[in-house]
């Protein structure tokens, strides 16, 4: 990472999450746990470090008021654990309140041109993704999915935005990119914002789950709201942010650009077991080492797979990490474990995924339908 | 004019215009004029100077093949001088052939971004701007009138664009400027490319009748189709230069950003033609120098309305700019009888125009359901 920046396009890892608290102002999550009722895997295994204005999400809660969870995915491929990292903070802040809507874009329009993905392709890839989100728990009565290449709002804003914003300002966040990126990012404050547009109930609290090298995409987000309160009377979208897990490749983190560093919810269970029995880990040169020093599980991506996804429970993701630590636990039984739990995971998701195809079609038609009738 | 470089978001006068053959490689119109039947009056009197792959037009007009005339305005006041010359280019050129094809971008986007204007005010903007290119001439049969709040055909491609196009690049052209406008090149370039798109009859010729300070933009039209023609098959964009009117205040061109520098075709008659009484002209101090050395009509904003637009005929425009530089022409009855031509053209116009308010609707329902079809 570099000292003064995130970079949301890179793949590098974030080795001191306490600095992007000194530096960009990122405040811990900690100081809050006391607000929530049963917290979720992120919060109690601190995999969710921190958040921006994420107490004005919580008062929505406490008073019943609206609020909205907005997120997205490129439909560039299929569904990787870090869109589940993001689905499921999603998934869990919308079942906090029956006055939460979840708002979620399919840029499909960002797949196609960096990746030439035709629209036909990714409208079928975008009805799979959402059945991966229904399958991990999005309640479908409180969510507008919405195909960038089909709401005129985000394109429009991102327009007003550009005439806004300076390539000053710009470069301060992001440094000096091509012109794509630049826009890129004004469409994702586009669909960061477009929860408060008038048409859709207007300003309300907004929290947008993030992995930790997303934020300079909130800071835009967070200034532009500025920039135009008067027009539109936005509040500051807030966030929370999750760690990066690690690449079972080793050394970076896991990215969608290099397919081995992880693994789709689309992978066959068997294919996907098989990544994780040949990962890297955090182990020593030689069992007996390992035995004397014990494993090195922070900088291990199988422990992650415990702790951020597979993990049957806290009490499991922490009993992995002490045996590792204190060298009771080899790799190899370890690895046998994790690839047995991604293995069921998988088999049991593509079950509940399949089923939910005609659903995730049918919310679809239902958002379609819902912002179509509020632009009249 | 900037040595190196076009302003198209300027409002500088061009003092030679040849200098943008040698520079910026815009070929002469002369050398084509034996290939028209009856020349319009831009052709005949010199204002269209000159062209990019206008051959290319001629060949489609020659072979009966279709092509395209693309134009468009931001809906952001009335329809201004500038906007009827590009209308009476597009127009011209859509009566060459039946099998031309009429697209016109309202550019409502643009306008909200840029000037606040509502979705709701430019919809009423839109339908009095259409009727005043009706009013003007156009055949409505043949063309396709959309608002870029509406296309997302435009913002699809103008994003496309944008992951292929370097800052560098950009640069080149405009020189450094603010992302916004670098944005609404890029959208431009949409428009321009549109009509090539596969669903609306695929590649073509396509021309662009444009200010001569617009040059940058169908430079990075042409360039940009280069840089995607393995993917489209797009043809470069053929464009036609019109010179550039003398502002009634003196000094610069004629521009929008100025509203006293010339009148628009909502103006009431008296109020026009009172701004033209008032002129900056190219008199001489005295009548008796006058008389002596001749008017200047080379920088006369009045011989440019007689010129650009108002004299009944050639010999008529012709006569005017003679007895000017012969002195036996004066200021005073000069500006008089322009005068008149103006108002007797816009009282004439606004009844034409507000006959052809409904026909307007109408073709803007007929296209919207023709795009709509066409993307199914």
Tied chains: 1, 2.
């Excluded at 080795?15 to 929530?36: A, C, H, M, N, W």
């Excluded at 091509?178 to 960061?192: N, R, W």
């Excluded at 597979?310 to 992995?320: I, P």
Aim: aromatic content about 8%.
């Amino acid at each position: 990472m570099d000292k003064d920046r995130l970079d949301p396009w890179g793949s590098s890892t974030i080795k001191d999450y306490s600095r992007l608290q000194s530096e960009f102002g990122i405040e811990p999550v900690t100081p809050l746990l006391k607000r929530f009722g049963k917290l979720s895997h992120h919060l109690s295994r601190g995999i969710d470090f921190g958040q921006r204005d994420l107490g004005r999400v919580l008062d929505a809660v406490d008073k019943n008021k609206p609020y909205a969870v907005m997120s997205g995915l490129k439909p560039d491929g299929s569904f990787h654990l870090g869109n589940k990292m993001t689905a499921d903070d999603m998934i869990y802040f919308q079942s906090l309140s029956r006055k939460a809507t979840v708002f979620y874009s399919i840029a499909d329009v960002e797949a196609y041109a960096d990746n030439g993905v035709s629209f036909k392709d990714t409208s079928k890839m975008a009805v799979r993704n959402v059945a991966d989100i229904l399958a991990l728990g999005l309640d479908p009565d409180r969510a507008v999915v919405y195909k960038q290449s089909e709401e005129m709002r985000v394109m429009r804003m991102s327009t007003v935005f550009s005439r806004g914003v300076t390539n000053n300002m710009l470069r301060a966040i992001y440094g000096e990119r091509q012109i794509g990126l630049y826009l890129s990012a004004l469409v994702q404050a586009g669909d960061i914002l477009m929860p408060q547009l008038p048409d859709l109930g207007g300003p309300k609290p907004v929290l947008v789950p993030v992995g930790a090298d997303q934020d300079p995409h909130i800071r835009l987000a967070r200034d532009l709201a500025a920039r135009h309160k008067e027009e539109f009377g936005f509040l500051p979208p807030s966030a929370i942010y999750h760690r990066l897990e690690l690449a079972l490749t080793g050394g970076n983190k896991m990215s969608k650009r290099i397919p081995e560093s992880g693994f789709t919810l689309d992978d066959g269970p068997a294919a996907a077991s098989k990544r994780v029995l040949s990962s890297f880990t955090g182990g020593r040169a030689t069992v007996e080492e390992q035995r004397r020093l014990g494993g090195m599980a922070d900088i291990c991506p199988v422990y992650d797979l415990y702790r951020f996804h597979f993990a049957v429970d806290d009490r499991h993701s922490e009993r992995v990490y002490a045996e590792c630590i204190k060298g009771t636990r080899m790799c190899g039984e370890c690895k046998q474990e994790a690839a047995g739990l991604v293995k069921k995971f998988l088999e049991d998701h593509h079950k509940r995924r399949d089923a939910l195809l005609g659903d995730a079609e049918e919310l679809l038609a239902k958002s379609r339908g819902y912002l179509a009738a509020a632009g009249k």
